[in-house]
Nanobody, 128 residues
Framework: QVQLVESGGGLVQAGGSLRLACVAS????????VGWFRQAPGKQREFVAV????????YYAGSVEGRFTISRDNAKNTVYLQMNSLKPEDTAVYYC?????????????????????WGQGTQVTVSS
């Protein structure tokens, strides 16, 4: 079993930045990938970014590419999501997720079903 705890959410003005953190605990072996998803009120949960634990390759949703950066600190079992140039449409609850499944391409981690463990989420609100 893996426990994921997100932190770093908050209220920020448009154009500002936030850094989210996801700390993993409980499982002795590393996940194959860790991703971030978000869900805005009345909308479906959507993929934001993913990082492969081995090798560190990344993949982003088109709506955040160039503004968000996902990274990991293996020693701390922590994955970060640096969010810059935030827009009101980035407002959502952000969830961290870990996958125990291996896929040949990072694209396969863009769906929620590829992930086995989820955090409780952290609220990000961007004001205009």
């Amino acid at each position: 079993q893996v426990q994921l705890v997100e932190s770093g959410g908050g209220l920020v003005q448009a154009g500002g930045s936030l850094r989210l953190a996801c700390v993993a605990s409980g499982r002795t072996s590393s996940p194959y990938a860790v991703g971030w998803f978000r869900q805005a009120p009345g909308k479906q949960r959507e993929f934001v970014a993913v990082i492969r634990w081995s090798g560190g390759s990344t993949y982003y949703a088109g709506s955040v590419e160039g503004r968000f950066t996902i990274s990991r600190d293996n020693a701390k079992n922590t994955v970060y999501l640096q969010m810059n140039s935030l827009k009101p449409e980035d407002t959502a609850v952000y969830y961290c997720a870990a996958s125990g499944k291996w896929y040949s391409g990072s694209y396969y981690y863009t769906v929620a079903g590829a992930f086995d463990y989820w955090g409780q989420g952290t609220q990000v609100t961007v004001s205009s």
